[in-house]
Every structure is written in C-alpha cells, then in structure tokens.
C-alpha cells in the first residue's frame, strides 16, 4: 500500500499558475503509473493527468493538455502537477493516485487505482 498526501492547492484568479505536490510513502516499489485527478464540485472525478514511474512517459486529457505538466522526483518519492493558465473550469479538488495494474495511458480508468490521497483544493476566480 502507498500512502499518498498533497498539498500547494489554493485560491487564484484565472490565468494564474499552481504548482500541485504529491508525497508518497510506503510500498512505492512496483508501481505501474501515477495520475492526477480532478474532481469538480458535483462531478465525477476524472484523470487529467498521468506518468509512468518507470520512464516518465507523460500524457494528458485533451482539457489539460499545453497548460498542465506532471512531472516526479523518484529520488524523493514526490509527484508534481504544474498548473498554468487555469481556469474557473479547473476549479476543484486535485486527487494524487497510484497504479499497480499494468499499463498507463488515457482513458484513465479510475477504478485502477487503489491508492489515493485525500486531496487539495484549488480554486480558480473569473
């Protein structure tokens, strides 16, 4: 099992930048991908972004892509999502997950991941 805490979410107007952070502890060895998660207020959670530990092959959700940049420090076991030009419709809560299944690549199947964190919250202002 990984435990997994993240922090840096926040209040900021639209057009600002975030910078998420993820520390994991625990079982780390094995792990397949590493994903970020947003869910907004009402809504399903969804993966905007992924990166497999192994290579750091990164995607993104088409929502996301060229403002949001995930990225690890395995050294430090610490997962990061850089935020840039956010928008009211990123407003949310940002969840850090981790996969042990084989495979990492969109769709993101939520259900695959067993590990999670509590989340952050971000908030983005018009």
């Known amino acids: 099992q990984v435990q997994l805490v993240e922090s840096g979410g926040g209040s900021v107007q639209a057009g600002g930048s975030l910078r998420l952070s993820c520390a994991a502890s625990?079982?780390?060895?094995?792990?397949?991908?590493m994903a970020w998660f947003h869910q907004a207020p009402g809504m399903e959670r969804e993966g905007v972004a992924i990166?497999?530990?192994?290579?750091?092959?990164?995607d993104y959700a088409d929502s996301v892509k060229g403002r949001f940049a995930i990225s690890q420090d395995k050294a430090k076991n610490m997962l990061y999502l850089q935020m840039n030009n956010l928008r009211p419709e990123d407003t949310g809560t940002y969840y850090c997950?981790?996969?042990?299944?084989?495979?990492?690549?969109?769709?993101?199947?939520?259900?695959?991941?067993?590990?999670w964190g509590q989340g952050t919250q971000v908030t983005v202002s018009s």
């Open positions: 990166i497999s530990p192994g290579d750091s092959t990164t």
């Open positions: 997950a981790a996969r042990r299944r084989s495979g990492c690549s969109f769709p993101v199947r939520r259900y695959t991941y067993v590990d």
């Open positions: 625990g079982n780390t060895r094995g792990l397949n991908c």
